[in-house]
């Protein structure tokens, strides 16, 4: 059941997804998104992007967006300032299980890895790879031992692609083999994404809020994924896409039309105001 409106929309603070929110499959925004989007900053609003790409692949977006300050990547495990080009905050997964995790590929060989670390991306099979470099970073490299290029060092994420259909059953077992470790989500339909233990986006937004000096009750998020459901709970009005999963719709204060109908600028529009 939804949480019934609000009775004040004082939104001071506006925290939106990229990929399957703001950013459809041919990696594009739409102009009615991008005009909403924009619209909020010009009513004084603060707009964050909150999304598990890297800062590097999260970079053109901002620029696009006009969103030049704190941003929450990483599924909420880095905060990064674009105004002062510094890291707010950040949480890192522990070497053993990063590669504990990268090991998997030698009994799954169609989930595909991606280790993160240091603003880069790495990934073993590079041909895999070749249609979704803008998915999972822009010019990930190409190495053969990906535990190996962590030498001896933390991780900042580990990701698998796999065909849709395997996602359920690798989301049981890679949760079942890292147990309290870390956070094991479903970023994307094809995504099975680990991270650092405290790095959620609901988590980072709350830290991001109170940073920024903003009440959670001022606060509205948009999101699809089972990632984004942590911040769209938080948030004092959150919002599911209508292509969203269950997860996060059943937290949403309210569900938006799909990105397909633009629903992001819809919501932003309703609730933030039109354009």
């Not at 059941?1 to 459809?24: E, F, S, W």
């Not at 999260?58 to 696009?64: K, L, N, S, Y």
């Not at 077992?173 to 650092?196: D, Y």
Request: aromatic share 6%; hydrophobic share 45%; with cysteine.
């Amino acid at each position: 059941m939804q949480r019934a409106y609000p009775v004040i929309h004082d939104i001071k603070l506006l925290a939106i997804d990229l990929d399957g929110t703001t950013v459809n499959h041919d990696i594009n925004i739409s102009p009615r998104v991008l005009a909403a989007v924009q619209a909020a900053l010009a009513k004084g609003v603060r707009v964050v992007i909150a999304t598990g790409r890297n800062v590097p692949s999260t970079r053109a977006f901002a620029e696009r967006f006009g969103v030049l300050g704190p941003t929450i990547c990483q599924q909420g495990g880095l905060i990064y300032d674009f105004a002062s080009e510094t890291t707010l905050h950040r949480i890192m997964l522990t070497h053993p299980l990063a590669c504990e995790l990268l090991a998997l590929e030698q009994l799954h060989p169609t989930w595909k890895p991606v280790l993160y670390q240091h603003d880069q991306v790495y990934v073993s099979d590079p041909g895999y790879f070749r249609h979704l470099d803008g998915l999972v970073g822009f010019d990930p490299q190409a190495v053969p031992d990906l535990c190996g290029v962590l030498a001896g060092e933390d991780a900042d994420k580990v990701l698998f692609t796999m065909n849709p259909a395997d996602v359920p059953e690798a989301l049981a077992i890679v949760r079942k083999l890292v147990g309290n470790r870390a956070n094991v989500v479903q970023s994307h339909a094809m995504f099975v994404e680990i991270n650092p233990l405290g790095a959620d986006k609901g988590t980072a937004l709350e830290w991001l809020a109170s940073y920024l000096h903003v009440p959670r009750a001022c606060v509205m998020a948009i999101g699809d994924q089972g990632n984004d459901a942590p911040m769209v709970a938080w948030a004092g009005l959150g919002v599911a896409m209508g292509n969203g999963n269950d997860q996060t719709k059943a937290v949403a204060t309210w569900v938006a039309p799909s990105i397909g109908d633009d629903g992001a600028a819809v919501a932003i529009e309703r609730y933030i105001g039109p354009i």
